[in-house]
């Protein structure tokens, strides 16, 4: 197996709250992962630390780009940084650009592969025009594909809640990642838009060869989609494996007493 | 060593004075998260309406220390009144817009309460009588310290004891920390959040009346402008000690007051000013959550 | 009808009002002369004022939060402002646009001296205002200081002329390029703080560098500051007073139109794009792989670039600099400005430059009144009209670009 990313023993400080405790976390190439568990377990926190927007307090965030083994450590770069490296995510409570519309906030994502400087915006040369063209070009085929296309215009804060979501993810593929970061995704959507969630991130998966990690709390979408599943309580990982190995985890069914954890 | 010995008492009276102004922009800061741009106006209103009220009163041949009580009930009445009336008109409305826009209405609060105060009195400074009588067991350190400092210094006492019970102790000061800790969980548990921002503004406006009275008087002049270089310094102070702080407000007042006592004492008094902006760049930069804040981060 | 409640609540609002003002407004004191002056009429005068502002205050609410609800409910508002609709209308606005234009060609011609001065003065504030709102409008930096370029650029034109003898058309590229230095010297401290913070400091640079240029005898020579600075000359030629009071006007005019055309190209390009999603959502901008520091510090060092070489300008318009062109005020009004006209709208900031220095200019009995409306202004246009009276009709990208350069 490949590797794409790598965390070791990352662990987080919030003055005295220990956030994130000795995590170990791997995701390999053309996989899905799971990150569940409880609410204030440690999961977004987890993804802000190796997306760059808090610098872990100790561990190793690790990544490895075009299949070189050589692994590259990004522990406390700056987060545009890091999705120039190729991680890009999506965010819990949807944070998109509302007063922008649909295109222009996937255009967002095309910036950090773009080069336009503040004279080649002036001047409007030949590379420049070319540039925005195929940058809308872009971001439409991306939108296409994610199934918002009839959105195009509107402003990203007209979108129903739903479409939102999607719009996020659309926005973070246009930075190319290798490996995309979703923040429960599916959360508030309708049992219909989540099965269509669920296919559209395994069509990422096999037609984009993009790397998913993925926190969610709707174990019935977890279970189908991931390859393997990690499952953190207080910051500290207490079980990991196949959908069907957690599922009967006692110490997992523990952690989520009350909950549901049937497929 | 005497000289020395008079630019640290000055620079804490300066400090005690930048204290009780930096208090209202620490805590509606710490409630709302809104730089108060018109607080020093409302410093200034105070002081202004002590005076018109102390010219009233002397017309009418009343005794000094009267004067000096009353004026100072009133000026404290109006300020608060004002402090209330702007956060109704100007904040209110803005409380869920982006903060560029609250900070926008609040320069033009500060902007408006200005002109207002020169329009309607005058553009000139007017002379500010000094009610304090020269106390006489104060002759021998006269040369250090006159009457009027160890006044400001007492009341600025007190009104920090005062202050300080009230946010530990009182029914209002708990839901003012609660509200200042979460808004929405406040409102949650029953807490009126509007009538806890009104009763902020007030009691800063109030603290910052009293400071105004007292500087008018040792100063011994006032236009329609003194608010606002003192209103910035003081919130420098507050930026210094770790906005949202209240004894960091304190702390950051007084090292504010000596840095400018010792600077324009020992160096130059024609770059006053641009001690303390430079000392809240230097601040911001390097320790932006001030001495006494705790650096937060937004969660996301 | 209005209700009696609604007129209850007025009768309330008015006896309120009469209180706050009654010290201030009432009575006038001079210490001096120990005299009180008892101005009994200006209570009757705000109780009134305020009665009857308390309606409109209710009713502008009213609307406001009606339209609130109708956009959380997701309707389209539908009302598009006329001023879109007028640009959105190819018949009205060409013809329109060809008579503003010859208007402005020949306007030194036609009005006198003294009204070219004005405009001319007008159109610095044009080239202030869109510099201004780079920083304010695209990318959200609230910048108080920005009068600080305004006066590295006079200073720049004053000093290197008084020294070294340079002239105006050499003076302005210098002063563009040290304006840019200057903000980015400032702006790298100071970018990296939240929004509110940045105001503050930006304000307490504009006061140092004001302060400076005040007691730094040596250097600025002080408060009485620095006369005789030539104004451009024409092909090494110098005009007379007359013709290069003109001649000013028409470099103005192209100033103004190069800045149109620069900001109107920045907007729409990547590096537009990023300031308003800067302005929108700063974690997620970053999350997107924009550099923040990089994006603030091109808009405020772009910003700072044009305010000095208006800066330029005005020195050469005035042919005499000092401290006290350069108060925070002329920052806020600047700020104005750019707020009263749309912030991130040019056609906004052009219009409300001419509005906020013609008004005074034409309307004296107004220009004492001057700074309190603008504080006025600066509250009820963020409660009421935050997007300005002419938004920002900032083309949008739509997709039909694409198709019909498919095309082509
Ligand atoms: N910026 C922050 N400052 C302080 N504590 C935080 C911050 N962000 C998260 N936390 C705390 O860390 C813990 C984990 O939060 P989070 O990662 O959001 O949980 P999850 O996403 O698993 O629900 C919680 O106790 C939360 O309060
Ligand atoms: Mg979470």
Redo the contacts between chains.
């Keep these: 197996m490949e590797p794409v990313l790598k965390v070791q023993n990352l662990g987080m400080n919030f003055g005295g709250l220990r956030a994130l405790d000795d995590l170990d976390l791997d995701v390999d190439k053309n996989e899905i992962v799971a990150l569940i568990g409880p609410n204030g377990a440690g999961k977004t926190t987890f993804f802000n630390c190796i997306t760059g927007i808090y610098p872990p307090t100790d561990g190793d965030v690790l990544i490895f780009t075009h299949g070189s083994d050589r692994p590259e450590r990004i522990n406390g770069i700056k987060p545009n940084r890091v999705t120039e490296k190729g991680l890009a995510r999506t965010f819990q409570n949807i944070r998109l650009f509302p007063n922008m519309t649909v295109l222009e906030n996937v255009m967002i994502g095309r910036h950090c592969r773009m080069h336009a400087g503040v004279l080649g915006a002036i001047l409007r040369g030949k590379s420049t025009i070319k540039e925005e063209k195929k940058a809308v070009e872009d971001s439409y085929a991306i939108l296409e594909k994610i199934g918002l296309a009839q959105f195009v215009d509107e402003f990203a804060k007209n979108l129903p809640y739903g479409a939102q979501r999607r719009l996020e993810i659309a926005r973070a593929m246009a930075t190319e990642p290798f490996l995309l970061l979703l923040d429960e995704p599916a959360a508030g959507m309708n049992p219909n838009e989540t099965q269509e969630l669920d296919e559209l991130i395994k069509q990422i998966r096999d037609e984009e060869g993009i790397s998913i990690l993925l926190i969610e709390h709707d174990m019935k979408l977890v279970m189908s989609l991931s390859d393997r599943i990690f499952v953190v309580d207080y910051g500290k990982k207490i079980a990991q494996g196949t959908p069907e190995e957690v599922r009967n985890n006692p110490v997992v069914i523990k952690a989520y007493l009350g909950e549901e954890v049937d497929a | 060593m005497d000289y020395f010995l008079e630019l640290f008492l000055g620079g804490l009276t300066r400090g005690s004075i930048y204290a009780l102004i930096a208090l209202g922009y620490t805590m509606v800061y710490g409630i709302i998260g809104l730089i108060n741009f018109a607080h020093g106006e409302i410093y200034m209103i105070g002081a202004f309406t002590a005076l018109i009220v102390i010219s009233v009163l002397t017309l009418m041949g009343m005794n000094t220390l009267a004067i000096l009580v009353i004026a100072g009930v009133i000026a404290v009445i109006y300020s608060s009144a004002y402090g209330y009336t702007v956060e109704k008109i100007a904040y209110k409305p803005l409380r869920n817009a982006p903060r560029l826009s609250a900070l926008i209405s609040a320069i033009g609060m500060s902007l408006f309460l200005q002109n207002y105060v020169l329009l309607a009195q005058t553009s000139d400074f007017l002379p500010f009588p000094c009610l304090i009588p020269d106390f006489e067991f104060m002759e021998p350190y006269a040369h250090i310290i006159g009457s009027t400092e160890i006044v400001i210094l007492i009341t600025t006492a007190v009104v920090m004891v005062l202050l300080t019970i009230m946010i530990k102790f009182t029914k209002i000061g708990k839901a003012m920390r609660a509200t200042s800790q979460d808004k929405t969980m406040a409102m949650l548990v029953g807490i009126n959040v509007n009538r806890v921002i009104s009763v902020t503004f007030i009691v800063g406006s109030a603290t910052a009346a009293i400071g105004g009275v007292l500087i008018a008087s040792h100063v011994g002049m006032i236009n329609f402008y003194v608010g606002f270089i003192a209103g910035i310094k003081a919130f420098v102070a507050a930026v210094l000690g770790g906005i949202g702080s209240i004894p960091g407000a304190v702390l950051g007042s007084f090292i504010l007051g000596w840095t400018e006592s010792f600077a324009t004492g020992y160096v130059s008094s024609d770059y006053e000013d641009v001690f303390a902006f430079l000392f809240l760049v230097l601040i911001l930069i390097f320790r932006p959550a001030g001495i006494l804040g705790r650096s937060e981060k937004y969660k996301i | 009808m209005i209700k009696f409640n609604e007129i209850k609540r007025a009768f309330l609002v008015s006896i ?1 009002f009469m ?3 009654f ?3 009432v ?3 001079n ?2 002369e ?1 005299i ?1 002056e008892w101005r009994w009429k ?1 209570m009757i005068l705000v109780g009134i004022g305020s009665f009857l502002l308390s309606f409109v205050w209710n009713y502008l ?1 009213k609307r ?1 939060e009606l339209g609130v609800k109708k956009t959380e409910a ?1 309707e ?1 508002t539908g009302t598009i402002p006329l001023a879109q609709r007028i640009l959105g209308e190819k018949r009205i606005y060409i013809p329109g646009l060809v008579a503003i234009g010859v208007f402005t060609m020949v306007f030194p011609l036609i009005f006198s001296m003294y009204q070219t001065t004005i405009m001319t003065t007008a159109l610095i504030y044009v080239m202030l205002g869109l510099g201004l709102n780079i920083v ?1 409008g695209l990318a ?1 930096l ?1 910048d ?1 200081g920005y009068v600080a370029f305004y006066a590295v650029g006079a200073y720049a034109y004053a000093l290197l002329n008084y020294h070294f003898g340079l002239g105006f058309w050499m003076a302005l590229p210098i002063g563009g390029v040290l304006g840019a230095i200057f903000g980015i010297l400032l702006g790298f ?2 970018l ?6 940045l ?3 930006t ?3 504009g ?2 560098i004001r ?2 240029l005040e ?1 730094w005898n040596e250097f600025s020579f002080g408060p009485s500051g620095i006369a005789n600075i030539p104004r451009p000359s024409l092909f090494g030629i110098d005009l007379s007073v007359h013709s290069s009071i003109i001649y000013i006007y028409y470099i103005m005019i192209a100033l103004c139109l190069f800045t149109v055309f ?1 900001v109107n ?2 907007q729409d ?6 300031w ?2 800067l302005r ?2 700063e ?10 520091a990089k994006t603030k510090l ?1 808009a405020f060092s ?1 910003g700072a670039t044009w305010a000095s070489m208006a800066g330029v300008m005005f020195a050469a318009k005035t042919t005499f600099v000092n401290p006290a062109s350069f108060t925070i005020w002329e920052s ?1 009004m600047i ?1 104005c400005i750019v ?1 009263l006209g749309g912030m991130g709208s040019i056609i906004g900031v052009i219009a409300g430059a001419l509005v906020l220095i013609l008004t005074p200019e034409y309307l004296r009995a107004f220009s ?2 001057r ?2 409306a ?7 246009m ?2 009421f009209r ?1 997007g300005g009276f002419i938004p920002n009709v900032r083309r ?4 039909e ?2 198709k019909s ?1 498919d095309k082509s």
Excluded: H, Q
């Design positions: 309120w209180f706050l003002t010290p201030i407004m009575i006038r004191v210490p001096v120990r009180v200006n609410m406001k997701g389209e304010v959200g609230l108080l401290p100071v990296r703080l939240r929004g509110d913070y105001a503050i400091v304000l307490g640079f006061e140092i302060i400076i007691n620069v190209r920045l390009s990547r590096i537009g794009r990023a308003i999603a929108e959502d974690v997620a901008c970053e999350a997107m792989g924009i550099d923040k091109t772009l806020i700020l707020v004492e009144y700074m309190l603008f504080g006025t202004m600066l509250v009820v963020m409660i935050p949008v990208y739509k997709f670009g694409v350069a």
